[in-house]
């Protein structure tokens, strides 16, 4: 007889779960990073090639919509990569996951304390501790990255309908600070569409500028995929996942591009560039509309800095619970809160881990996260193959349709997203490629890879002792794979 499977409470509503995805997607970068964008590829290259990367993403999502359905499960790409190529891979794809999302709820608590930085610079720079790699760390910006943290830690712990309905309210509250903002800005006398020109980087090609940006989609988009994560929690049918994935995305893509606009308007963007301000946009906002400007633009952070921190906090803790439950990890991560029925253990350790980040200082946290976008480039790879192998070409020859669904069109788009998938984890890894990981994100990604070889021969035996059937039930739910047909 099987052990009991924890199962999470079903709280979730479809805005909240839009809300994770763009939230999630959204967070500190929209805001503080126009002028470093545009530095490398110009006002239209930035948003051209985000453009492009959201078309990517959903091509990649039209695999994420099918799985979910079929497996409405926490553990998203864990789970996935288990169901096309067995317990190794699924590992493999849950360990490059797990640091990704937690070093995201690290970077966006480092933001908070950033921009803490920059609005109260004679407050946060005081208690001078050390520097590393150039990076000076005060403890009153670990004190307001750490507050940050333990409140969305203890929002998470009472429930995921608490968290659900802060993403929402949050969300909302950002797109209409950055419409808001992108309206002053091209109402204001002070500000010119002409101060966009030159469209792209003089000094590269177009082409190259785009390129530049397309590589970084996966850190820019990622976030939509926490929906998986969350799928366990759905209080709605999960045919509605796909649906809210391309919804958040197409909201991402104007955002991104409002943020840019709104930025190179206020002043010809080279000599902005050129500025090296600590935080460019702030700076743009505030020359052109003063203090409310920069307030518009400093609550557009918040929201997405606790957008982030709370969707990825939810996305870290149920993978690690479904891990768990799975025996890959620890039986404490996946033991839920008598009261509120939440991981509570996955959560506290996302957040123990996260609160260290801001002790190494920003630059050195910003290079784990640039390796962690091979991690989730890996976890879209798994996630498409995992549909390409579950769509048939034809109806032709042997086919058991409660394990396949014919359908030749969805089984192209999932190929077009496995060859995005690589192409992402190309131009991070291949010398010369405009988006080539830093040596000390090379370093970060070859330490986190031995790390994770080490952890998996110390769990080998046990994870593969568990009979087949047994797995498939702690993993999916059920112990067969049968699927619905989506035509």
């Known amino acids: ?52 990367g959201a078309v990517l993403m959903m091509l990649i999502a039209v695999s994420y919509g099918f799985l979910i359905r079929n497996f409405p499960v926490s553990g998203g790409e864990f789970a996935y ?17 797990t640091l990704g999302y937690i070093c995201i709820v690290a970077l966006n608590a480092s933001a908070f304390a950033l921009m803490f930085k920059y609005v109260f610079p004679d407050f946060v720079e005081n208690m001078h501790m050390y520097q590393l790699a150039g990076w000076d760390v005060y403890f009153v910006e670990i004190i307001i990255a750490t507050v940050a943290v333990v409140i969305f830690t203890y929002f998470n712990i009472k429930g995921s309908g608490i968290s659900g309905r802060m993403q929402f309210i949050f969300c909302v509250i950002m797109l209409a600070a950055v419409v808001l903002l992108t309206f002053l800005v091209g109402a204001s006398p002070d500000s010119s569409f002409e101060n966009i020109k030159p469209y792209f980087n003089p000094d590269i090609s177009a082409f190259s500028a785009i390129i530049a940006i397309v590589a970084i989609a996966p850190w820019a988009y990622v976030g939509f995929d926490n ?18 994935i391309i919804f958040a995305l197409l909201a991402a893509a104007l955002l991104y591009s409002l943020m840019i606009i709104a930025t190179a308007m206020t002043q010809p963007w080279l000599g902005l560039v050129e500025a090296q301000h600590l935080w460019g946009t702030g700076a743009a906002i505030r020359e052109v509309l003063g203090t409310t400007g ?18 990825f906090t939810i996305a870290s803790s149920r993978l690690l619970f479904a891990m768990s ?58 996630t498409c193959y995992t549909a390409f192998s579950l769509f048939k070409w034809s109806q032709s020859g042997t086919v058991d349709l409660t394990k396949q669904v014919v359908s030749p069109g969805k089984k192209l788009l999932s190929l077009i997203g496995m060859l995005s998938s690589l192409t992402f984890i190309g131009l991070l890894l291949i010398p010369g490629s405009p988006a080539f990981l830093a040596m000390e994100s090379r370093i970060a990604l070859v330490v986190w890879v031995l790390l994770g070889v080490v952890f998996y021969f110390m769990k080998r035996k046990d994870f593969n002792a568990i009979p087949e059937e047994e797995l498939n039930y702690l993993i999916l739910g059920k112990r067969d794979i049968n699927l619905q047909d989506t035509n």
């Open 294 to 311: 920069l307030i518009i633009l400093v609550v557009a952070l918040s929201m997405g800095i606790f957008t982030g921190l709370n969707g």
């Open 1 to 52: 007889m099987s052990e009991k499977r924890e199962t999470l409470n079903k709280t979730l509503k479809p805005s909240w779960v839009w809300a994770v995805a763009l939230g999630s997607s959204i967070g500190w970068g929209a805001f503080v990073q126009p002028t470093n964008w545009m530095s490398q590829a110009g006002p239209f290259g930035v948003m051209i090639g985000f453009g492009i």
């Open 81 to 97: 990569s288990f169901v096309s190529l067995g317990r190794t891979h699924a590992f493999i794809c849950g360990w490059f996951l």
């Open 227 to 244: 929906v998986p994560q969350a799928a366990e929690e759905f209080n709605f049918s999960s045919k509605k996942a796909f649906g809210l």
């Open 325 to 382: 439950r799975a025996k890959v990890l620890p039986k404490s991560f996946s033991k839920l809160h008598s009261k509120h029925n939440t991981p509570y253990i996955s959560i506290i350790f996302t957040s123990v881990i996260a609160l260290l980040a801001p002790w190494f200082g920003r630059e050195v946290l910003t290079w784990i996260v640039d390796m962690s976008s091979i991690g989730v480039s890996i976890a879209y790879f798994y």
